[in-house]
């Protein structure tokens, strides 16, 4: 060989032998990154909403100081030269992005409000006091038309074949409902005069409450379901008596631990009683379901007494205190909701089945994004930043579901009518969800 190809020859097998050394590549922030940290977390330690465990390095120095002095800080930083009139400099900070983003100097100060506004926004959305996520269905939907939500009767038992006899073909029926999503939003501006005079508080606060509003939403929406006792498919309320699941008994109400243990009790034994959906041929054979209760909802005013029904180690019902409390591991989660309330003559509760099971209200999002969705834009008609939140979701009953069984009249209780149309004659009723509801 000659000495050329000697060479690489040699190289190349000392590189065979030689490991090549692992090596720890680390990436850190660069000067501008580390300045917005420490700017946007400042500005949250400043507003006080917005609770941060490790704030960035240099935060407390930005905590001390005005809108204003950030945003000619971002200014200085970017290399603009500053101006002495303060609504210009100020509008030059608020509006800096586009084609100056790509020449390098923009400034930073709107992605400073920016991420501090999604920060607050998200604030406020994880304390929101909603309840539906206890007893609603978390659904998802692609697109905003009108979707149908179809409940197929169960296929039926197995059946026994005689020996060269032919197969028995299921029958089953179905029932529909609709649900269909919504688009709700709110528009805020953050203007010059407001970084002038320094309202951190009003920006931060406002967007902490579109958060909040947000996780209330969907709330609103499953409630007003509930109060609205809106026909369904088959023409009858959600709540009535063709369901079978309208329970106005003055002594199931909770206004005394008595009447609150009655209620509770009455609503787990329909409950109990639910069976199979199934088509009417097959409805002889439906099996009973055996679905647990899972959720109280009741007012706040009722919650304490409500809590006290479950949760007591003895029956709160009974004056023996020996008595022990049949309702104490039952694992029923007694949810306040003051919403359900439409009047002061209004004692409405509700009891249901785990919403993953037997579902009555679903909760539906587009593309299943629960968490709102901010936008920020430029003022075309006035100085300053506009700040959008926006959520699509809708709700809607999309079930209930026919106990079969017969209710007899009861001394002082009112008689619950026998389903129309049941080919068997038999009173239906509802567990999946039972109403108790007083009107005066």
């Keep these: ?39 946007i977390d400042g500005l949250l330690l400043k507003a006080g909403q917005v609770r941060i465990d490790k704030p960035a390095a240099g935060a407390s120095e930005f905590r001390g100081m005005s809108l204003l002095d950030i945003a000619k800080d971002c200014l200085r930083r970017a290399g603009i030269k500053g101006s002495t009139d303060l609504r210009e400099m100020v509008g030059r900070a608020l509006n800096l992005r586009g084609a100056e983003t790509i020449a390098g100097t923009a400034s930073d100060f709107p992605y400073i409000l920016a991420a501090t506004a999604n920060k607050s926004l998200l604030a406020g959305y994880e304390v929101a006091p909603a309840t539906y996520q206890f007893w609603a269905r978390t659904g998802s939907l692609n697109d905003f038309k009108a979707a149908t939500r179809i409940k197929f009767g169960d296929v039926g038992k197995l059946k026994l074949v005689p020996e060269g006899q032919k197969y028995t073909e299921t029958k089953r029926t179905e029932k529909k409902e609709t649900i269909q999503l919504g688009t709700y939003a709110r528009m805020w501006t953050m203007s010059r005069q407001a970084v002038i005079n320094d309202d951190l508080g009003a920006f931060a606060n406002t967007m902490f409450g579109f958060g909040v509003e947000a996780r209330m939403l ?15 498919s088959d023409g009858f309320s959600l709540f009535s008596s063709e369901h079978g699941n309208l329970d106005e008994e003055t002594d199931r109400k ?6 609150g243990t009655a209620a509770l009790a009455y609503m787990i034994k329909l409950m109990g009683m639910q069976k199979q959906y199934q088509h009417p041929d097959e409805a002889e054979s439906a ?20 809590r006290q029904v479950v949760t007591s180690a003895t029956d709160a019902g009974q004056a023996n205190a020996g008595v022990v409390n049949p309702f ?41 994004n629960q968490q709102p969705y901010q936008e920020e834009m430029d003022q075309a008609d006035a100085d300053g930043r506009k700040w959008l939140c926006r959520l699509d979701c809708g709700a809607a009953a ?8 017969h209710l007899g009249r009861r001394p002082g209780r009112r008689r619950i009518p ?7 004659r038999r009173a239906f009723l509802c567990c999946e969800v039972m109403k108790h509801a007083r009107t005066g």
């Design 254 to 259: 909770i206004d005394t631990l008595a009447h």
């Design 398 to 405: 999309v079930d209930y579901l026919r106990v079969a069984g």
């Design 1 to 39: 060989k000659t000495v050329e190809e000697s060479q690489r020859s040699v190289l190349d097998k000392l590189a065979e032998r030689e490991e090549v050394p692992k090596q720890n590549i680390v990436i850190t922030q660069d000067g501008r990154d580390s300045f917005r940290a420490a700017a």
């Design 218 to 232: 969907p709330n609103d929406l499953a409630i007003a379901v509930l109060t609205a006792n809106a026909a369904m």
């Design 328 to 368: 104490a591991n039952l694992g029923i989660t007694v949810v306040p909701e003051q919403n359900i309330v439409t009047s002061t003559t209004d004692y409405s509760h509700y009891l249901f089945a785990d919403p993953r099971i037997a579902p009555v209200v679903e909760v539906a999002f587009l593309q299943g």
């Design 287 to 306: 099996r009973y379901m055996n679905l647990r209760a899972k959720v109280w909802l009741v007012s706040m005013t009722d919650w304490l007494l409500a």
């Design 418 to 424: 026998e389903t129309r149309g049941c080919a068997t």
